[in-house]
């Protein structure tokens, strides 16, 4: 079975600054791969996933992920984080063919001013 | 724009209680989904169903039951609501099968079991 682990419980970083957060997932073949951001007292919502093709995925609101299949990861980027960007944000791993995503258990992100 | 709707944002519930959580979806979506979502342990799958009257067990669906008798509506039902269910509940839907298809989320309900 998938698993996905997503190391970082807590990220802290100031406004303006780079940001990536890290996703490592177990599964034999390349999975599909999706990120989700949560805001505070809202539902999930799709930034960007990864299906075949270019390993870099451009997403909404300024984010982009690099799928590295040598290394299982598949790491969330932004070059420079607003302070609407503070969220909790979930890495998510499926086998091809599957109708269920399997999620990791979130990454919360502050950002200071 | 898909719309996933919650009937409630936050419920207050005795134990023993029976409780429905309801979830509309306005896209004509073939798949529906309930989730839990606990602080450290992300989400959890309950039960998916895939058509009208149709459904399967996630992850974790003891002392949890759902109902889906028309396609837009998808029902998650506690039998007798325990301490243990306080969590925060998601629906989402998908407009076919398969992972190839968004899952779009509903704001969530925010349990409490008293």
């Known amino acids: 079975a998938q698993s996905v682990t997503q190391p970082d419980i807590h990220i802290t970083v100031s406004e303006g600054a780079s940001l990536e957060l890290r996703c490592n997932y177990s599964?034999?073949?390349?999975?599909?791969l999706f990120w989700y951001v949560q805001s505070p007292g809202q539902g999930l919502q799709l930034l960007l996933k990864?299906?075949?093709?270019?390993?870099l995925v451009q997403g909404i609101k300024g984010f982009e992920a690099e799928f590295k299949r040598s290394q299982s990861s598949f790491n969330l980027r932004k070059p420079s984080v607003h302070w609407s960007d503070a969220a909790e944000y979930f890495c998510?791993?499926?086998?091809?063919?599957?109708?269920?995503?399997?999620f990791g258990r979130g990454t919360s992100l502050i950002v200071h001013p | 724009d898909v719309k996933v709707t919650q009937s409630s944002r936050y419920l207050v519930k005795r134990t023993g209680e029976k409780v429905f959580l309801e979830c509309v979806q306005d896209?004509?979506?073939?798949?529906m989904f309930w989730y839990r979502q606990d602080p450290g342990l992300g989400l959890r799958l309950i039960y998916f169903?895939?058509?009208?009257?149709?459904?399967e067990k996630g992850d974790i669906p003891e002392g949890y039951s759902v109902s889906r008798e028309k396609k837009e509506r998808f029902s998650l039902i506690l039998e007798s609501a325990s301490t243990n269910q306080t969590s925060m509940y998601l629906c989402?839907?998908?407009?076919?099968?398969?992972?190839?298809?968004?899952?779009?989320f509903g704001p969530g309900t925010r349990l409490l079991v008293l």
């Open positions: 990864y299906f075949s093709g270019d390993t």
């Open positions: 998510a791993v499926g086998p091809r063919g599957s109708y269920i995503p399997t």
């Open positions: 599964y034999g073949a390349t999975p599909y």
């Open positions: 989402a839907s998908t407009l076919r099968g398969g992972l190839a298809e968004t899952q779009y």
């Open positions: 169903s895939y058509d009208v009257k149709m459904k």
């Open positions: 896209m004509d979506h073939e798949n």
